[in-house]
């Protein structure tokens, strides 16, 4: 790796050129998936830097726990970029539309949801790609999975794949070889029941994380929702008792 591609201006100013050979650039979203993915990251070694973006989700207090998951784990810098995916319309997560609730998982296999953001996997992986070339960083990881719920096209294998392709081709860093990036989606296989036992076995604490795409005001989970649905069936297939309250 090229010491100059190291900014006085990336995370912190004491980032330890050193340490950095096994940074990696994590996005969390304060659910479970991205949590059990950075815990994941931290057993192969790579020292956590973790990115949340606020896109102007209707649910602000993600981006809290975000942070408090980020600490939890033991990350180095936790960061936020903000961007507004409200001006994307059509979102269930950015606009007042209602959130389907109550629906088994044939109905989430069969089509997009409306809780699906334009393009936001490539946006935030953008965002990561971005900040991961200067810093120096050439791991990112994502905590999309493919098995218990399909209905959404970038976070599928092939998705992916062709952003690994575009993050070499795209940066200065990878034309030039300074750095290959991989992007790392431990989970994108995994069932929702598998990636909650591997979240134990590594003491994730999911007490601290949130699923839910439509909470009451104090932040408590609906239970009806896609995300609380599948989150529930997986600690139910796992054996294990979800510690977060839900209003159903
Ligand atoms: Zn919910």
């Known amino acids: 790796m090229m010491a100059g591609v ?18 990696a650039v994590v996005l969390l979203s ?6 059990t993915t950075a815990a994941i990251a931290r057993s192969e070694g790579f020292t956590l830097y973790t990115l949340s973006i606020d896109y102007g989700q209707r649910h602000r207090f993600e981006l809290q726990t ?7 784990l033991g990350a180095v810098e ?26 088994g998982a044939e109905d989430m296999a069969a089509g997009i949801p409306v809780t699906y953001v334009p393009a936001r996997n490539t946006v935030l992986l953008s965002l990561a790609l971005g900040l ?14 493919a098995v218990d719920y399909s209905g959404y096209p970038d ?16 940066t200065k860093a990878g034309v030039e070889g300074t750095l290959k990036f991989k992007i790392h ?3 994108i296989k995994m069932t929702k029941a598998e990636i909650i036992r591997r979240g134990m076995e590594l003491g994730v604490d999911y007490s601290l994380t949130h699923s839910c795409y439509d909470p009451n005001p104090q932040g408590v989970s609906c239970g009806e929702c896609d995300a ?11 054996g294990l008792t979800d510690p977060i309250q839900y209003q159903h």
């Open 6 to 23: 190291v900014k006085d201006t990336c995370w912190s100013d004491n980032f330890d050129l050193k340490s950095m050979t096994r940074a």
């Open 30 to 35: 304060g659910g479970l998936d991205s949590a």
């Open 66 to 72: 975000a942070e408090r998951v980020a600490a939890a």
């Open 78 to 103: 936790h960061r936020v970029v903000k961007i507004d995916l409200t001006q994307f319309a059509g979102s269930a997560l950015t606009s007042s539309e209602a959130v389907p609730k109550g629906r």
């Open 132 to 145: 991961a070339e200067s810093c120096g960083v050439a791991d990112i990881f994502l905590g999309v999975n």
């Open 155 to 170: 976070c599928r294998p092939a998705f992916v794949e062709a952003f690994e392709q575009l993050a070499n081709l795209a």
């Open 185 to 187: 989606a431990p989970l």
């Open 228 to 238: 609380c649905r599948l989150r529930k069936a997986g600690f139910a297939e796992a």
